[in-house]
């Protein structure tokens, strides 16, 4: 806020107002002259479609990104002088890279197939700039979504290390997992910041990552669940059980390794299909009683706080995790 | 869960998302001061009236109806009076009711005074709204009372009807009188009236009123746990007792999610760091007192600040969202 206010005390000592010579009277020819329908219209069609769980938050998203689409337009079409003229304006340049590539990331959720790839590839290619590329892959005035950015993709060598490894930390720490929990994952994930990451990799690490989130949140929400709010941290031998029941869930539906997952071969799908039910079946609510039912009467001693809890469920997570190599 | 909530229709989505509120008030925002924020670009000043409030900064110096117009508003206000004046408590001082109004239009130009006298009247647990309070014991009770406004209002009613020696079932409806005379002639309860009014109601009658009450409010109501929890501790209860054991209960708090627990309520890193920065000052400078047990003793405090201010710094980035309102209020005149 204290941009406003900097900006604010600037512009009322200079005192020319941009733009109209003429003031219009009413509310509404100045409403419409800014043009603010439009602009409000297509924000809140965009936040229905996201349908996101923070509204205000995706609109001051989308505000920012559309306010740098347009303040930085010029700063993009001259691209190779900032360029040159020094660390600090490359970083700050990079840092709106990575700010709107994580706005594209975050539009859709992973389970919305088409277009959450759409926006992964949308992403690759802004953050794939190396140089002298351009406006990579986005329309100017906000994104329209899915361009095909295989021309402009191919001209670069592949997302910097240090930039993908950047994006996937944002993604987890957005995602509401705490930075330690997820920095066992992102080992298993990283590249070296010199490396060049290629599409497949990049796409193969957002999608864990958001998968990862939604399954710390799951994990978070179960011992809620399982914890009395009250009664402070929750038996070891509950939450045991209860991870053992995640454990066996994972494993079943890993069968056909469950990371590689838009190979479009119908038998596979099949197959899959049956494990996810199956693996569903082993966490159904009637299962997950019985299990928690035997564990209340035999069981180790002591508690588990949900630090440890969620810690845990990660493990379980990550150890399925394919190396980057 | 976003997958799971496109079962939601648009309508209902954009309803309980309030944006059409904020959006309208943006716009008058806008047009009110116009020259000003057209300068620098429409995008942008959507872009920061959004940011302001998804990090809650936008409720300062509002007018009291957009502060209580969206439960969000609501929790940025405590908040922000949290912030604004947790030194108060440092201090130890206490201070009365109208000295708190007072702080609170600092704020809030037109805060109404109705609201302060119910917290007040929560923390003194009787009329006697001279007597004076502490900063924690206050601000509890305010975020109660604000932010669970409506909710308080229809329980207190239906307190003075059960008071009053009416029947559970006739008070279901607080707005309805005509009912209420009509079937007053109930079997009243077995206790006597005088008992009733000094120590309050059968805690079991108000919780079938509190279940019913919850099921109108929907989700602006104190968790039902916490309440029925709260009663089952005794037979019978008064009001302002029973709000109390409400404003202090953890669980709600953290629900409103707008200030920490009472332990941390009076933690505030900044101030710290700008005291360490002093007294590393005063202990640096060449011109200070000599003497070795003196600034042995100030920089003895530095060190110990030091770790502290590393707790506090995680603590703070647990609890804030935002470090940089504590400018606003001076600089925003």
């Not at chain 1, 806020?1 to 109209?20: F, L, T, V």
């Not at chain 2, 309030?18 to 008058?28: G, I, K, M, S």
């Not at chain 2, 001279?130 to 900063?135: A, E, Q, R």
């Not at chain 2, 206050?138 to 239906?158: C, K």
């Amino acid at each position: 806020m204290s941009d406003k206010e900097k900006r604010r005390s600037a512009a009322i000592p200079s005192g020319m107002p941009a733009g109209k010579a003429v003031k219009p009277d009413s509310d509404r020819e100045f409403l419409a002259q800014a043009g603010v329908g439009d602009l409000l219209l297509g924000a809140i069609l965009k936040m229905v479609e996201a349908r996101s769980d923070d509204p205000v938050g995706f609109l001051a998203d989308h505000f920012c990104n559309l306010a740098s689409v347009t303040d930085g337009g010029t700063a993009e079409c001259g691209d190779e002088e900032p360029q040159n003229s020094g660390p600090n304006s490359a970083g700050a340049l990079e840092q709106q890279r990575l700010n709107r590539a994580l706005w594209h990331l975050r539009l859709a959720h992973h389970s919305q197939r088409s277009a959450f790839s759409n926006n992964v590839r949308v992403a690759y290619d802004l953050l794939d700039v190396t140089g002298c590329q351009g406006q990579a892959g986005e329309a100017p005035g906000g994104s329209d979504g899915p361009c095909s950015g295989g021309p402009m993709g191919a001209g670069g060598g592949g997302v910097r290390g240090g930039l993908y490894t950047q994006t996937l930390q944002c993604l987890c720490s957005e995602g509401g997992v705490p930075a330690s929990t997820s920095a066992p994952l992102l080992q298993r994930l990283c590249c070296q910041d010199h490396e060049a990451v290629p599409y497949d990799v990049f796409r193969y690490s957002v999608l864990t990552c958001a998968v990862f989130s939604d399954y710390i949140r799951q994990a978070q929400r179960l011992y809620a669940e399982v914890c009395c709010s009250d009664e402070g941290p929750v038996s070891r031998a509950l939450c045991l059980t209860v991870l053992g029941t995640l454990k066996e869930a994972l494993e079943t539906s890993q069968g056909c390794d469950a990371n590689r997952s838009l190979n479009t071969n119908t038998k596979s799908n099949n197959t899959k299909a049956r494990r996810y039910l199956q693996a569903s079946a082993r966490i159904s609510p009637h299962n997950l009683a019985q299990a928690m039912v035997g564990a209340q009467t035999r069981g180790p001693g002591g508690n588990m706080d949900a630090k440890e809890f969620e810690n845990a469920a990660a493990e379980l997570f990550i150890a399925r995790v394919k190396l980057v190599s | 869960m976003s997958r799971l909530s496109a079962a939601v229709p648009a309508e209902q989505y954009l309803a309980d998302s309030q944006v059409l509120f904020y959006l309208n008030d943006a716009v008058t925002q806008l047009l009110e001061h116009r020259e000003e924020y057209t300068q620098f670009g429409l995008v942008r000043y959507f872009a920061e009236y959004f940011s302001s409030v998804k990090n809650s900064n936008h409720v300062l110096f509002r007018e009291f109806s957009y502060i209580r117009a969206t439960q969000h508003n609501r929790a940025s206000f405590i908040r922000v009076f949290w912030r604004s004046f947790r030194q108060i408590g440092r201090s130890g001082e206490l201070l009365s009711l109208l000295e708190y109004r007072s702080l609170l239009q600092l704020l809030c130009p037109d805060f109404p005074l109705e609201l302060v006298q119910s917290a007040a009247r929560m923390v003194l647990m009787d009329d006697a709204t001279d007597c004076l309070m502490s900063f924690s014991d206050f601000i509890y009770a305010f975020q109660l009372q604000l932010y669970y406004q409506e909710f308080l209002e229809s329980l207190l009613l239906v307190y003075q009807d059960l008071l009053a020696g009416k029947s559970p079932n006739t008070v279901i409806v607080p707005t309805s009188t005509s009912v209420e005379q009509l079937q007053s002639a109930v079997a009243e309860e077995e206790n006597e009236k005088e008992e009733r009014q000094q120590d309050g109601v059968e805690t079991s009658t108000l919780s079938q009123c509190v279940e019913v009450l919850c099921d109108r409010f929907k989700s602006s109501h104190p968790s039902r746990s916490c309440m029925k929890e709260i009663l089952e501790q005794t037979d019978k209860v008064s009001y302002s007792s029973f709000l109390l054991s409400l404003s202090k209960h953890e669980s709600i708090n953290q629900s409103i999610g707008a200030l920490p627990s009472k332990a941390e309520v009076l933690i505030d890193p900044e101030m710290d760091q700008e005291l360490d920065k002093l007294i590393a000052q005063i202990s640096v400078s060449p011109s200070s007192n000599s003497s070795g047990s003196a600034v042995g003793g100030l920089k003895e405090a530095q060190r110990r600040a030091s770790p502290r201010r590393n707790i506090h710094h995680r603590r703070r980035m647990e609890v804030e969202s935002d470090g940089s309102t504590e400018e606003t209020d001076s600089s925003e005149n």
